[in-house]
């Protein structure tokens, strides 16, 4: 995230709107989500918008897209609002449905998370260390920091809540919910989003891939911590997390992106 926002061209036309993009997918995911959910309890309602809305906006696209294009600087200006939404709103949002309060330390903890803050000492730093990104101590680091990207792939993959529930995707109806808005209606959204504001190429790739993402790892926890279905958030996280990954490699495959 610091390497990236060092050497991005912020004034590049094509990343502008990203960061707009990004708010606008995100509210409708919530508005279609939370529209379509009505039938449900409340604890069941705020587990499919919050599993909905929130999805893994890191750890499993960025080394799927850098393999594929070689330029994170779409993917982070996409992610870093959902990041900030998820860590401050989305914590108010799953401790309305849950518990009914939000604990101090579990806020500081959120708004701390060290991608957010690696993006904003970068921001604060390109001004000052211009010239650093031409150096060649950059270039060490900045590979340094790619592979720490591919890492997090298989901390993905350690991460992950094995368990003989966990494949039971569509037996529990709050996850076959939760999967059917990642999966069909969040592609379809980012797509009439595309077919409006004609983005770039690499943007609209890049914020495809991002439309077929699961839910965040991080939904898990908070999930647990403010009482929502941990079942159902754990089931929509495995299963449909090797899912998105096949779906992105056959959109590949087949060129679309």
């Known amino acids: 995230m610091f390497t990236e926002i060092l050497r991005a061209d912020l004034n590049d036309p094509s990343l502008g709107g990203v960061g707009g993009i990004s708010l606008v997918y995100l509210t409708l995911c919530f508005i279609v989500s939370y529209s379509l959910s009505k039938k449900f309890t409340s604890k069941e309602r705020g587990t499919i918008v919050f599993n909905s809305t929130f999805f893994n906006s890191i750890f499993l696209p960025f080394p799927l897209i850098y393999a594929f294009y070689g330029d994170l600087s779409i993917a982070i200006l996409f992610s870093l609002p ?20 939000v604990e101090r330390k579990v806020l500081v903890s959120a708004i701390t ?17 211009a010239s650093f990104v031409s150096t060649q101590f950059f270039e060490w680091l900045h590979d340094l920091g790619l592979l720490t990207v591919y890492l997090s792939l298989i901390n993905v993959g350690l991460s992950i809540p094995l368990s003989r529930e966990s494949l039971l995707v569509f037996r529990n109806r709050v996850t076959g919910f939760i999967t059917l808005n990642r999966f069909l209606i969040s592609p379809i959204i980012a797509l009439i989003l595309m077919a ?61 992106i």
């Open 82 to 101: 959902v990041m900030i939404i998820h860590n401050t709103l989305g914590i108010f949002m799953a401790s309305y449905w849950g518990h009914g309060k």
């Open 113 to 129: 998370f060290p991608p957010m803050l690696a993006f904003l000492i970068g921001v604060i730093a390109r001004p000052i260390f």
């Open 196 to 256: 409006i504001l004609e983005p770039a190429e690499i943007s609209r790739n890049t914020i495809l891939i991002m439309s077929f993402m699961p839910p965040a790892f991080t939904n898990l926890v908070m999930s647990s911590r403010f009482g929502l279905d941990t079942s159902a958030t754990s089931q929509s996280i495995f299963l449909p997390s090797l899912i998105s990954v096949g779906i992105i490699f056959a959109l590949k495959f087949f060129a679309f």
